[in-house]
């Protein structure tokens, strides 16, 4: 047994570590764009639906043979799971909206459902030269909007 002084101490503070919550949400983000339902990936990897609930809450903590068959069914890189993450992530902080999925839709514009229905939809397009005028009208609006 080791010494307590060498020991490392997880203190429970009953909220998702904010790093658990970033990797769940790039998770639900991938799934979702592949258009794929949480019980179509828990089959793939061996759990239920409600397992991968918590993952991408990020209640559960995916460990690291996990993270790798995920990028594997996602088809990403592991790295994936930490682009944009803040790397002064802190400890949880509360928040003032109630609900784990309004603070996700909060924290990651990509985690809301109309940005994602948008994201498939232009990727829908088989032509690219219609997929790059889509593209550029939307900065147009974008920065009419701002001037506005």
């Known amino acids: 047994m080791m010494p307590a002084r060498l ?3 997880r203190v429970k503070t009953g ?15 991938r799934r979702t764009m592949l258009g794929m339902s949480q019980e179509k990936l828990g089959e793939a990897i061996g759990l ?9 809450r990020g209640a559960n903590r995916i460990g690291a043979s996990r993270l790798f068959e995920l990028s594997r069914v996602l088809d990403v890189p592991v790295s994936f799971f ?8 802190g400890p949880p902080t ?10 996700m839709v909060d ?5 809301k459902r109309e940005t994602l229905e948008l994201v498939r939809a232009y990727y829908r397009i088989s032509d ?17 909007g701002d001037i506005a």
């Open 7 to 9: 020991r490392a101490v």
């Open 15 to 29: 909220k998702p570590n904010p790093v658990d919550i970033h990797v769940g949400s790039r998770v639900r983000l």
């Open 48 to 56: 239920t639906f409600q397992q991968v609930q918590k993952y991408e």
């Open 82 to 89: 930490f682009d944009d993450m803040p790397l002064d992530a």
């Open 94 to 103: 509360e928040h003032p909206h109630d609900g784990e999925d309004a603070e």
């Open 107 to 111: 924290l990651d514009p990509m985690a």
């Open 128 to 144: 690219s030269s219609v997929r790059k005028k889509v593209f550029e009208l939307a900065k147009a609006l974008a920065r009419a």
